[in-house]
């Protein structure tokens, strides 16, 4: 379960001060040509990017409707799989290929489920579900933990500040799959109780990290002109210091986002997260379980999915890192 | 407890660092798989089925008793004598019993165990099989004398049930976590969340059983089922979760697939009350929009017989009424379209085991095909006991009925299904005090057409027992006539 | 130092307190009366209200929490509602699966992340380097739960070198215990020997940038020795906070775990109590799993406090971003 943590992401704990000098630097240079030559960002960049267009065509259209069961057609395996089973191995009597030897249906790419359901459309039904859940509960991390954050850095050392960074130490300190569980527990599973066991977590992760950030700028020369103009903290928050964090919040919504995925995943296989019939990567896989060593393209295929939407997601959210902050581009370099 | 063990077991590893592979496990130990672990080991106060899959005829023994194919036989009860009209029952037990605690075994504990099952303040989970008794006299050690209020004809079968068994009473309060009978194994540990272990008890008055040790593992995560079997660090899995993977282990030699029958008639169990389901039309409509083959072949790979009421088919009274509830959407649709209903959406709540959970998604999908949507709930045993069972907050759910012969459900008040009908309740009367078998006959025939013709629920199929087994191993039970998990006939062959 | 220590302990016992509180009434809420659960399906309402004054269960709500809170203080938390046996057996039995399982995984984890980083952060912008980085990430995105899955699939059932799960109890000994910890451990410590790998990368190129190497690297010293004398000592500190960190987070992380190999620890326990409503199990190791949580921190927040002075100000945790 890889619900967010303080500080174990690289990003979490190694975020660099935020610089208005990258700012320049990208207006220099433009900011797609630093991009393109970010290894990280373009694959990341790619594989997020392939990730949504299934899900928005999934929309519109997938190759079969996963909502019509064909029991008739269960099991099969994809193609390549009934391939490589039927190719003779010297170790065959290792039930290891035993398990490869199947009976597919050219007409399912990557085989079908223990319903008749064709995996390629359930994937790609499926990425819709860990989207929708993963950028709601970061939203409620942004827009919760966003300004608590920020209010909590204008007035350092308050009362108000020492509140909410205690609060925010307290929900750190419960294991956020318990809490899952006991919200799913007092509630009933559903989606909706999913997003919010998940987003709950993201608010002091938000916090936390615009409070560090915006503390770093209230000692800048540019704030203290905007104090001694006699402008107000909750305005200094909004139109000086927001704007300088926001490719800090952008980087870490990218790192939240991936996490939110493989939270919801979690909560799936466990079936406390989205319900039957619609699909998600986690229940897929949880379903497959059973199946494993008579379908393993079904263990396998879900589990991929998920592997590849938040390698590419953290590679994405590395890569804009790198770009947006000048200090590890020069370490880089 | 664990943490003197896990010290130890340190300090043993570092004095003999090399001795790493245990003892070779002889052949008299097994290794049980049970899906659910019991909430406690006493048969005569908790309902759940997984109490009796490890005590039944193991630890505790009752005066009669099922065996294998349902028959009863002699236990505790040598022989017994029914009087002319079927009130008065004399059993001569046995001597020589003892309680694993060393007491001995007479009438009076006898007596006591019925007395305590039938009692007001019971809390036996069946207390219904008791209601008959109207006296138990213990005439002397050996002798028990019970009169029954009225002639009941299952009375033997009843004092079958692991509800029945005999228990002394020193012991009945602490058999929950100490359980004391007089069986041929005896209790020896509860790790709770993990095993029930039973060893062989060296005093037991009855044939010697074969088996040293038996050890009852919990695994309820089908793959979790399977790896064990796999890997053989579990022997046997008499109810085995994942049914898909039986033809794996067909192919291998190791194994042996062991498929029986079950008392289990599992059921679209419908709330007769929730509008629009009170109207029979809707309920007929729901049947018909249900394709059997396709929720056994899907649900169940394919194992279990399709049921148009609720009896066992294996039953000689069964009558297959299948062909009145066929696939027929367009049916279906017609008679929604009859009842004047359109926009349905149905709430199904759905207990853990996988007929249900897959099942129920089947469903959905073939209701959804005649213009029917549901909302699936998916809970716990616990949540669904609470909510549906007790509150009847439902409109359907799937269950497996597993109590054998229990088509006497319908004639209960306020029993989930909220099915009222006075009809059935006088014919389960009558059937009650019946003991002509004809007459028996006619009267569960016309039970099971009424409850059809009703379509009070959904009947889908008879449950399978899907077994696994090591291939030396000898005597398990094929089919499920209670829930028991036997040993006292297991043994290991070559 | 010492107003530091006390500050935090303060605020130790003020989170301690809060989670107390926000764990019982979050569990109360919880529908479903124990007492008939235990009695099961056709228990009479008499019989019930008798357990529920047995259980305590009539007395007022602030009444029950002091009675709890006072219970967890003599590791006293009352009965089961399903096993009818004490909850304190049960922890005291569970605790010695997940307490080793936690242990073994961190110890991998540790072994394995501490060469790997120190190999990427020595050969920075190599193709070791950035093959590490990429096959970090990979780590990182895998779900454990599905890792658990292949583990069995190719370890337990194809090679047959580990049993696919469960538990055969220390008192069979010490190796074939570890045994049967060996995969868990293994899908437990993959993530987060990505994660800790990664960190300790980082912690020592920004300690290699730091001006007092730059002065070991004038004077003379190879690349190799000021890594090895200087940097990497100074470099441990927040791998060390993420270490502490990490143990929390793979006991509690267990849960899944436990589930997918069937071991009887804490995490199952917990995940079992709530499917049959056995919420005092519930309640006592959730407070379990947030009081370790709650105690690791602060020792973490202590040592980092005696370890680098210009932090005592303010936590550590709240310093995230600077």
């Known amino acids: 379960m890889e619900l967010p943590i303080p500080g174990l992401g690289e990003t979490a704990s190694g975020a660099a001060p935020v610089s208005d000098s990258s700012d320049k ?11 393109l030559k970010t290894p990280s960002f373009v694959i990341g960049l790619i594989f997020s990017v392939f990730f949504i267009f299934i899900a928005l065509l999934s929309l519109y259209w997938t190759p079969y409707d996963v909502s019509v069961l064909e029991i008739g057609n269960r099991l099969k395996c994809p193609p390549f799989q009934a391939w490589i089973g039927g190719v003779d191995f010297p170790s065959a009597q290792n039930s290891w290929f035993e398990g490869w030897r199947c009976v597919a249906n050219p007409l399912y790419g990557l085989g079908t489920d223990h319903f008749g359901r064709d995996v390629v459309s359930m994937i790609m039904v499926g990425s819709r579900t860990s989207i929708a859940v993963a950028i709601v509960a970061v939203g409620i991390g942004i827009i919760l933990g966003v300004p608590l954050g920020l209010a909590a850095a204008a007035r350092q050392g308050s009362f108000f500040d020492e509140f909410i960074m205690r609060t925010n130490d307290l929900v750190f ?65 909004v139109e000086h210091i927001l704007p300088n964090i926001l490719n800090l919040l952008i980087v870490q919504g990218t790192i939240q986002f991936s996490l939110g995925i493989l939270a919801e995943a979690g909560l799936s296989y466990l079936g406390l997260g989205v319900q039957p019939p619609i699909p998600s990567w986690g229940r897929m896989l949880a379903e497959a379980q059973t199946l494993i060593f008579v379908a393993p393209h079904l263990a396998i295929l879900p589990g991929l999915a998920i592997v590849l939407s938040v390698l590419g997601l953290n590679l994405l959210g590395d890569g804009l890192r790198d770009i947006l902050d000048p200090k590890l581009r020069r370490n880089r370099s | ?171 009945a309060a602490d058999n929950g976590t100490n ?112 394709n059997r083959q396709d929720i056994i072949d899907g649900a169940m790979s394919g194992f279990g017989e399709p049921i148009g009421t609720h009896f066992n088919p294996s039953n000689p009274d069964y009558l297959d009424l299948t062909a009145q509830s066929d696939y027929d959407p367009q049916k279906a649709m017609a008679l929604l379209a009859e009842a004047g209903v359109s926009d349905l959406t149905l709430r199904m709540k759905l207990p853990p085991p996988p007929y249900a959970r897959r099942g129920g998604e089947i469903i959905a999908a073939q209701l959804r095909a005649v213009g029917i949507e549901t909302e699936i709930t998916n809970l716990e045993w616990a949540q669904w006991l609470e909510e549906v069972f007790t509150a009847k907050d439902y409109d359907l759910t799937i269950v497996s009925h597993t109590e054998p012969f229990d088509i006497g459900i319908y004639a209960r008040d306020n029993y989930y299904f909220n099915y009222d009908s006075e009809e059935m309740q006088a014919l389960i009367a009558e059937l009650n005090i019946t003991a002509d078998p004809v007459t028996r006959t006619d009267l569960l025939h016309q039970a099971q057409r009424l409850i059809a013709d009703d379509y009070v629920n959904a009947y889908l199929f008879q449950l399978a027992k899907t077994g696994v087994a090591n291939a030396k191993i000898n005597g398990l039970w094929e089919n499920s006539p209670t829930q028991a998990n036997d040993m006292t006939g297991v043994s290991w062959g070559e | 130092m010492l107003i530091f220590t006390l500050k935090r302990l303060v605020s130790l016992l003020f989170s301690l307190v809060a989670a107390s509180v926000v764990v019982f009434f979050v569990i109360e809420i919880i529908p479903g009366d124990p007492a008939a659960l235990m009695m099961g399906i056709s228990a009479s309402p008499e019989a019930v209200e008798e357990l529920r004054q047995q259980l305590g269960l009539n007395l007022p709500i602030w009444q029950r929490y002091f009675t709890w809170v006072m219970g967890l203080l003599q590791w006293d938390f009352g009965i089961s509602y399903t096993y009818k046996t004490p909850v304190s057996d049960l922890i005291n039995d569970r605790i010695w699966v997940s307490l080793p399982l936690t242990i073994y995984a961190l110890t991998l984890s540790t072994l394995i992340a501490f060469p790997v980083g120190i190999i990427a952060a020595a050969n920075r912008n190599s193709k070791t380097d950035v093959g590490i980085m990429g096959a970090t990430q990979l780590g ?89 004398r200087h940097a990497l000592r100074n470099a441990l500190i927040p791998v060390l906070t993420i270490i502490g960190l990490q143990f929390s987070f793979l006991l509690a992380g267990a849960i899944i775990i436990e589930n997918v190999f069937f071991l009887p620890g804490l995490g199952r326990l917990v995940f079992q109590g709530i499917t049959q409503r056995d919420l005092i199990v519930v309640k006592s190791v959730v407070m379990l799993l947030v009081f370790a949580v709650i105690v690791v921190t602060f020792i973490v927040d202590i040592a980092y406090g005696i370890a680098d002075p210009r932090l005592r100000g303010n936590s550590v945790r709240g310093s995230a971003g600077e």
Do not use: C
Not at chain 1, 25 to 35: D, K, V
Not at chain 2, 36 to 61: K, Q, R, S, W
Not at chain 2, 224 to 233: C, I, T
Not at chain 3, 174 to 188: C, E, R, V
């Open chain 3, 140 to 228: 990182i995105a895998v779900p454990n739960f599905w890792f658990a899955m292949i583990l069995v699939l190719i370890f337990a059932v194809s090679l047959r070198w580990f049993s696919a799960g469960g538990f055969p109890g220390w008192e069979i000994g010490f190796f074939a215990g570890m045994k049967s910890l060996t995969l868990p451990a293994i899908a437990l410590a993959l993530p987060q020997a990505s994660i800790l790998a990664r960190v300790m990368r980082s912690s020592l190129l920004d300690t290699l940038s730091e001006d007092y190497i730059r002065t070991a690297r004038a004077k003379g010293l190879s690349k190799r020795q000021t890594l090895w």
């Open chain 1, 173 to 237: 300190a419960f294991p956020a799959l318990l809490i899952a569980i006991l919200i799913t527990a007092v509630y009933g599973p559903s989606a909706i109780n999913a997003i919010i066991a998940i987003g709950i977590f993201n608010i002091p992760v938000f916090a936390r990290l615009s409070r560090g950030a915006a503390l770093s700028l209230w000692t800048r020369e540019f704030v203290l002109a905007a104090r001694v103009a006699g402008k107000g903290r909750s305005r200094i928050s």
């Open chain 2, 1 to 171: 407890m664990r943490k003197s063990n896990f010290l130890v077991a340190i300090g043993a590893a570092l004095v003999m660092a090399t001795s790493l592979s245990p003892a070779m496990s002889a052949q008299t130990d097994i290794t049980v798989g049970m899906v659910l672990e019991p909430p406690n080991l006493d048969p005569t106060g908790g309902a759940a089925a997984a109490i009796d899959e490890v005590v039944y005829a193991n630890v505790f023994e009752g005066l009669t008793r099922f065996n294998s194919n349902g028959a009863i036989i002699p236990a505790l009860a040598k022989s017994w004598e029914i009087s002319e009209d079927g009130l008065t029952y004399t059993f001569t037990l046995n001597s020589g019993v003892k309680f694993h605690d060393g007491t001995d075994m007479d009438a009076s504990d006898v007596k006591f165990s019925l007395e305590r099952a039938m009692a007001e303040d019971s809390t036996n989970a069946q207390k219904a099989l008791f209601a008959d008794i109207a006296a138990v006299e213990a005439k002397d050690a050996t002798t028990v004398i019970v009169t029954l209020s009225q002639p009941n004809g299952s009375f033997l079968f009843n004092m079958a049930w692991g509800d029945a068994v005999i228990v002394a009473p020193e012991s």
């Open chain 2, 179 to 290: 359980p004391i009978g007089t069986g041929p194994f005896t209790f020896v540990d509860w790790a709770q969340g993990d095993k029930v272990v039973l060893a062989k008890n060296p005093d037991y008055w009855g044939a010697e059983v074969a088996l040293e040790n038996v050890t009852f593992k919990f695994i309820s995560d089908p793959s979790a089922a399977f790896a064990a079997m796999m890997a053989q660090d579990v022997d046997a899995f008499p109810n085995y979760p994942a049914s898909e993977t039986l033809p794996q282990f067909e192919a291998d030699p190791r194994f042996k697939v062991i498929v029986g029958a079950t008392e289990g008639e599992t059921i679209l169990s419908t709330n007769n009350q929730s509008p629009p389901l009170d109207d029979v039309r809707v309920r007929h409509a729901i049947a018909h929009a249900i």
């Open chain 1, 25 to 35: 630097i990208i207006a220099e240079s433009g900011f797609f040509a630093i991009a």
